[in-house]
């Protein structure tokens, strides 16, 4: 079992930026990739980005490319999400996620954080 803790979330105006981090445990070596999705009220859970432990393959959603960089530490076992220029409509649960495998679909990630809150307020 791996168990994924998420921390960093909170309230920023549009413009500003917070920077997520995810603390990885347990069985880590059955895993070969972190991943960031959100999920806002009434909408679906989407993709954000993605970071391979071995290659450091990146992978990263349209809506946030050039605001948000997904980064590793592959001997603490945490994946940071710094996000900068954020925007109202990036207001969302962000969720950490780990897979064998990079993938952008939820269903290739087999472990998940409880979540953290992020708000942008205009």
């Known amino acids: 079992q791996v168990q994924l803790v998420e921390s960093g979330g909170g309230l920023v105006q549009a413009g500003g930026s917070l920077r997520l981090s995810c603390a990885a445990s347990g069985r880590t070596f059955s895993t070969d990739a972190m991943g960031w999705f959100r999920q806002a009220p009434g909408r679906e859970r989407e993709f954000v980005a993605a970071i391979s432990w071995g290659r450091g393959l990146l992978y990263y959603a349209d809506s946030v490319k050039g605001r948000f960089t997904i980064s590793r530490d592959n001997a603490k076992n945490t994946v940071d999400l710094q996000m900068n220029n954020l925007k109202p409509e990036d207001t969302a649960v962000y969720y950490c996620?780990?897979?064998?495998?990079?993938?952008?679909?939820?269903?290739?990630?087999?472990?998940w954080g409880q979540g953290t809150q992020v708000t942008v307020s205009s």
């Open positions: 996620a780990a897979a064998n495998t990079i993938a952008t679909r939820s269903e290739r990630y087999d472990y």
